[in-house]
């Protein structure tokens, strides 16, 4: 059996590190810098997972229902992998190097580069249920971890897709900052703790605590990413606001040392409560600007095993999958889970 995997980010890394380990034949096709956005995830620290793992964690969660029993698995690999890891207090998993650098060396040092391929797949033929990659193969299952473009600034095409029957929903972006309906000029780049909270059709979404960052034209910071994740979710958008509490709850005599200067002149001059300063969404920020997207493979066009239900010689893995997560290593987990299921199934297929 000949298996090809399609991208080289955090899943296709994962998955060939596998194949190569259960001796399975593959070649992996990637274009661009393999394992780009795990080289910037966690700020270079490489955010790797969490100890928290949770479907509560994730959008669009149904397929993670089904597959989250395996969780000990991702952990299991990152020990056979030699990955120490150490947590924060939120529980973000983050190899005791911080360096995103130091978990691409390793998976690399476990893949044979004779196998790795540089080339944008821009169409997948199937002649006699062999695959051919542009005109690469014979192939007998393909893995394709794609990714989605969230972050990148050149347009991708998914064309490659359009040899198989299946349901792609459009990518928006998802952990990204909000652009505001208010003038937020005069406070660009300040940095507060606070407590933020998504309100749509005045009910209570969801909030969160951390640092706001405030833009020319918007916000952003972890916290609000996070409440980007469940606008993006939403099933009908209707007057979106962020409400921010700057005090959480303490009294103080004076503000002065309390809130950033800059900060607190805005608030005096626009006569804001700075226990719930209230902005108006216009919109998230761009796909460009985001660190993952809601939107890719339709969950229902999958089988449990991650084939598609229409060939099952062909699965999917990580982010093209329509699922998201919040930010503090979900993302990543889901990308490592996916493709270490995807490697026990072609394992399986060769042992009957
Ligand atoms: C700035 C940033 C910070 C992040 N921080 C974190 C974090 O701290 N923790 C966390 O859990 N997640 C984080 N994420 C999200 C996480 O990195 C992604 O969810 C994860 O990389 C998805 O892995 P993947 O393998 O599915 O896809 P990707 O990492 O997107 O990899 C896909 C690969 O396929 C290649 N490719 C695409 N199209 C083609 C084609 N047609 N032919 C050939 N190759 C192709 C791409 O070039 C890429 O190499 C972050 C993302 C960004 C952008």
């Keep these: 059996m000949r298996v090809a995997i399609i991208g080289l980010g955090p899943s296709g890394l994962m998955l060939a590190t596998l194949l190569n380990k259960f001796n399975i034949d593959y070649f992996a096709f990637n274009s661009g810098k393999i394992g780009k956005k795990l080289l910037q995830s966690g700020n270079g620290k490489c955010n790797i997972s969490n100890t928290n793992i949770d479907i509560k964690y ?11 029993n395996n969780k000990n698995k991702v952990f299991d690999i990152f020990k056979e992998l030699d990955i120490y890891t150490k947590s924060d207090n939120e529980g973000r998993l983050y190899p005791l190097s911080e360096s995103s650098q130091s978990i691409l060396d390793i998976f690399m ?23 051919y990659i542009n005109e690469y193969g014979p192939f007998d299952k393909i893995a394709i971890g794609l990714g989605s473009i969230a972050n990148y600034k050149t347009p991708y095409n998914y064309n490659c897709l359009n040899s198989f029957k299946l349901k792609f929903n459009e990518f928006k ?34 909030s969160e605590d951390g640092e706001i960052i405030f833009k020319d034209d918007g916000i952003s910071g972890i916290c609000i990413m996070n409440l980007s994740s469940y606008y993006q979710h939403l099933s009908n958008i209707k007057n979106p606001k962020i409400y921010i509490d700057l005090l959480k709850n303490h009294k103080y005599n004076s503000l002065i040392s309390v809130i950033n200067p800059k900060l607190l002149k805005y608030i005096e001059s626009n006569n804001l409560d700075p226990n719930k300063i209230i902005f108006n969404i216009k919109d998230t ?47 990543l987990f889901f990308a490592f889970l996916t493709s270490i299921l995807v490697a026990e199934d072609l394992k399986n297929e060769i042992s009957n």
């Design 109 to 131: 040092s476990n893949i044979n580069k004779d196998k790795i391929i540089d080339l944008f797949v821009e169409k997948i033929d199937i002649k006699n249920n062999k695959y």
């Design 285 to 331: 920020y761009s796909l460009e600007y985001a660190q993952v997207s809601k939107g890719g493979i339709d969950i229902k066009s999958l089988n449990d095993n991650l084939s598609l239900k229409s060939d099952k010689n062909v699965y999917f893995m990580g982010e093209i999958i329509d699922c998201d997560g919040v930010c503090g290593g979900y993302n």
């Design 173 to 206: 972006p998802s952990l990204v900052g909000f652009k505001l309906k208010e003038n937020t000029k005069l406070i660009s780049g300040v940095r507060s703790k606070a407590s933020v909270s998504l309100y749509n059709d005045n009910k209570l979404i969801h």
């Design 58 to 68: 994730y959008h669009n969660n149904e397929l993670m229902k089904k597959i989250i």
